[in-house]
């Protein structure tokens, strides 16, 4: 079980923070965690020189679904949505039959804060320990965990490291007391250094307490823990261990680039620190949780992702965070889609070959919980939204859905957040309740106003359907290899509204093509054989042998792919 030699590090760590005047009382000393059958294993991998890798063959075939599980499904009439609901509409997100039904087949959640938070997004945590009470007790946990791993579906949680909420023990402690042995978890200074967030506006990033300046880099609700303190980051390992060890598959690391900070603007982003602190919490979770996933939320270009996999050399698909969103893939997508171009993903695509390490697990989405659904930005065009998850569907890496853009659901009407995370319309708002299917009581927050047929229960059984069609995807890739692990090739053709691309394994051949325009295309590709057999291609669509090589035929907006014989 426990092997003490494997906490001499930390221990060596502790008593350096003592030594540096932290004072830590020894009753603040995080207890020894049991640790996994596994560790044993890595301890003896380690003593003949060996690393332990990650175990992620299971995130190279996963599509990811994002919920919010305030909005997502209640089961108790209090309006507010919670674990037992989630737990009760797992069969809509796989039933755990691949043979078919009307699931929609994904095989991973990640699950936006469920820790003890006095804010409605829980992005401010003031107990790492412990599920809100909003959505129920750790057995309610534990119970949705069993019901998701008997589907096979894994779990991510999010967890937020940069920062904790102001009403956190620890920084009640610390604010008051200069003293206090949770002083030095946060970051404070004499003087107010007058620097702004940077990514824009005046916002200041110090605020003033008990005569000194703590540094919150969102929100003056929301103090950032104070990374380069060992006694910190031992803490976060001890959270991580918690809540593995109570199954859950890895987490949502938030805000990882802005861990630490060493100057106004740029220096508050990306600094050597942060990547080293976060390659020795991978370590840490990696040595006992092999299988574990950490996705890092680095809000950044391709170039500065690409740094956040760390090195391939001695740990394949990265000693550092094994993945992190790729936002300007998404951003490429919704572009590509509204402006019908190839281009701006092409462009992506290239940069991502270019940047990212070998072999490491890229993770496209199209929107988040921060931003503007993409049913909102496509103005509900059903034939763009398809578009945006054929092409997100058929890319290489570990695809995100957010939860709804299945079937279109889009923000409610203000710029407020909460209206990126509006309720769940399980049915039409004119087939009965108020609540919709979500709640039998009034939802926490209005739904988003849309179109009738925005709900599960207008396309569950529709074939014609967004949510028909994202199943259709889905059942495609599972069954497609090339699609879920294979390498991505850009064909070359002059048509600017056409993107192509081939996705190739060892064994399997697929062929890709979206029509982005408006207009019906026939386009030749340089590829040739024999007839392409048809996976999923839009009604219209076909591909077919010739001389000059495969041409193509797409009406506007369509999708097609193909498997190709060798
Ligand atoms: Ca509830």
Same mark, same amino acid.
């Given at each position: 079980?426990?092997?003490?030699?494997?906490?001499?590090?930390?221990? $060596?760590?502790?008593?350096?923070?003592?030594?540096?005047?932290?004072?830590?009382?020894?009753?603040?000393?995080?207890?020894?965690?049991?640790?996994?059958?596994?560790?044993?294993?890595?301890?003896?991998?380690?003593?003949?020189?060996?690393?332990?890798?990650?175990?992620?063959?299971?995130?190279?075939?996963?599509?990811?679904?994002?919920?919010?599980?305030? @909005?997502?499904?209640?089961?108790?009439?209090?309006?507010?949505?919670?674990?037992?609901?989630?737990?009760?509409?797992?069969?809509?997100?796989?039933?755990?039959?691949?043979?078919?039904?009307?699931?929609?087949?994904?095989?991973?959640?990640?699950?936006?804060?469920?820790?003890?938070?006095?804010?409605?997004?829980?992005?401010?945590?003031?107990?790492?320990?412990?599920?809100? %009470?909003?959505?129920?007790?750790?057995?309610?946990?534990?119970?949705?965990?069993?019901?998701?791993?008997?589907?096979?579906?894994?779990?991510?949680?999010?967890?937020?490291?940069?920062?904790?909420?102001?009403?956190?023990?620890?920084?009640?402690?610390?604010?008051?007391?200069?003293?206090? %042995?949770?002083?030095?978890? /946060?970051?404070?200074?004499?003087?107010?250094?007058?620097?702004?967030?940077?990514?824009?506006?005046?916002?200041?990033?110090?605020?003033?307490?008990?005569?000194?300046?703590?540094?919150?880099?969102?929100?003056?609700?929301?103090?950032?823990?104070?990374?380069?303190?060992?006694?910190?980051?031992?803490?976060?390992?001890?959270?991580?261990?918690?809540?593995?060890? =109570?199954?859950?598959?890895?987490?949502?690391?938030?805000?990882?680039?802005?861990?630490?900070?060493?100057?106004?603007?740029?220096?508050?982003?990306?600094?050597?620190?942060?990547?080293?602190?976060?390659?020795?919490?991978?370590?840490?979770?990696?040595?006992?949780?092999?299988?574990?996933?950490?996705?890092?939320?680095?809000?950044?270009?391709?170039?500065?992702?690409?740094? /956040? /996999?760390? @090195?391939?050399?001695?740990?394949?698909?990265?000693?550092?965070?094994?993945?992190?969103?790729?936002?300007?893939?998404?951003?490429?997508?919704?572009?590509?889609?509204?402006?019908?171009?190839?281009?701006?993903?092409?462009? &992506?695509?290239?940069?991502?070959?270019?940047?990212?390490?070998?072999?490491?697990?890229?993770?496209?989405?199209?929107?988040?919980?921060?931003?503007?659904?993409?049913?909102?930005?496509?103005?509900?065009?059903?034939?763009?939204?398809?578009?945006?998850?054929?092409?997100?569907?058929?890319?290489?890496?570990?695809?995100? $859905?957010? /939860?709804?853009?299945?079937?279109?659901?889009?923000?409610?009407?203000?710029?407020?957040? =909460?209206?990126?995370? &509006?309720?769940?319309?399980?049915?039409?708002?004119?087939?009965?309740?108020?609540?919709?299917?979500?709640? &039998?009581?009034?939802?926490?927050?209005?739904?988003?106003?849309?179109?009738?047929?925005?709900?599960?229960?207008?396309?569950?059984?529709?074939?014609?359907?967004?949510?028909?069609?994202?199943?259709?995807?889905?059942?495609?890739?599972?069954?497609?290899?090339?699609?879920?692990?294979?390498?991505?090739?850009?064909?070359?053709?002059?048509? %600017?509204?056409?993107?192509?691309?081939?996705?190739?394994?060892?064994?399997?051949?697929?062929?890709?093509?979206?029509?982005?325009?408006?207009?019906?295309?026939?386009?030749?590709?340089?590829?040739?054989?024999?007839?392409?057999?048809?996976?999923?291609?839009?009604?219209?669509?076909?591909?077919?042998?010739?001389?000059?090589?495969?041409?193509?035929?797409?009406?506007?907006?369509? @999708?097609?792919?193909?498997?190709?014989?060798?």
């Amino acid at each position: 079980m426990f092997d003490p030699s494997r906490r001499r590090p930390s221990r $060596l760590a502790y008593l350096a923070a003592l030594l540096s005047g932290l004072a830590l009382a020894s009753c603040h000393l995080p207890q020894p965690m049991p640790g996994p059958g596994p560790e044993r294993a890595s301890a003896a991998r380690q003593a003949r020189g060996e690393d332990t890798q990650w175990r992620h063959d299971w995130v190279r075939d996963a599509v990811f679904y994002e919920v919010f599980v305030r @909005s997502f499904a209640d089961s108790d009439g209090d309006g507010v949505g919670d674990l037992a609901g989630l737990t009760a509409r797992l069969d809509y997100l796989n039933d755990a039959d691949p043979s078919g039904g009307n699931d929609l087949g994904v095989d991973a959640l990640w699950l936006m804060p469920v820790f003890v938070s006095p804010s409605y997004h829980g992005y401010d945590v003031v107990d790492y320990t412990r599920i809100d %009470p909003d959505y129920g007790t750790l057995e309610d946990f534990e119970r949705f965990l069993d019901e998701a791993h008997r589907r096979g579906i894994r779990v991510i949680v999010d967890l937020v490291v940069n920062h904790t909420s102001s009403e956190h023990r620890w920084f009640e402690g610390a604010c008051c007391s200069a003293a206090s %042995p949770y002083r030095g978890w /946060y970051v404070w200074r004499p003087d107010d250094p007058g620097w702004t967030q940077p990514w824009g506006g005046t916002y200041p990033t110090w605020h003033a307490r008990g005569g000194e300046y703590y540094y919150g880099i969102f929100w003056s609700g929301m103090p950032d823990l104070e990374w380069r303190n060992p006694a910190v980051r031992m803490e976060m390992e001890r959270i991580a261990d918690l809540w593995l060890e =109570r199954g859950v598959d890895g987490f949502r690391l938030d805000a990882t680039r802005h861990l630490v900070a060493n100057g106004p603007g740029e220096l508050q982003n990306d600094q050597p620190e942060t990547h080293q602190y976060l390659q020795e919490l991978a370590a840490h979770v990696r040595e006992r949780y092999p299988e574990a996933l950490l996705v890092g939320e680095n809000w950044t270009d391709t170039a500065k992702i690409a740094t /956040y /996999y760390g @090195s391939t050399e001695r740990i394949r698909g990265g000693d550092e965070l094994p993945m992190s969103f790729d936002f300007p893939l998404a951003e490429a997508i919704l572009t590509a889609v509204e402006e019908a171009s190839a281009e701006p993903v092409e462009e &992506t695509l290239r940069e991502i070959a270019a940047l990212y390490p070998r072999g490491v697990i890229d993770a496209p989405f199209l929107t988040n919980h921060d931003q503007v659904r993409v049913a909102t930005r496509l103005a509900g065009d059903q034939t763009r939204l398809r578009l945006g998850a054929s092409i997100l569907l058929t890319l290489p890496g570990a695809p995100f $859905l957010y /939860y709804g853009e299945e079937i279109g659901l889009p923000n409610g009407p203000s710029g407020d957040d =909460r209206d990126k995370r &509006t309720p769940m319309p399980w049915e039409e708002a004119a087939d009965g309740s108020e609540g919709r299917g979500f709640t &039998t009581g009034s939802p926490w927050y209005p739904f988003a106003p849309a179109e009738d047929g925005v709900s599960v229960a207008a396309q569950v059984d529709a074939p014609g359907s967004l949510l028909a069609w994202y199943r259709g995807l889905l059942r495609v890739r599972h069954a497609t290899e090339a699609l879920r692990r294979g390498n991505l090739e850009l064909l070359a053709q002059d048509t %600017p509204t056409v993107l192509a691309y081939l996705r190739r394994t060892e064994t399997e051949t697929v062929l890709v093509a979206h029509n982005l325009g408006g207009g019906r295309q026939t386009v030749t590709l340089p590829v040739e054989g024999p007839a392409p057999e048809p996976l999923l291609v839009d009604p219209g669509g076909a591909l077919r042998a010739t001389a000059e090589g495969f041409e193509l035929t797409l009406p506007p907006r369509a @999708s097609g792919i193909w498997r190709l014989s060798d």
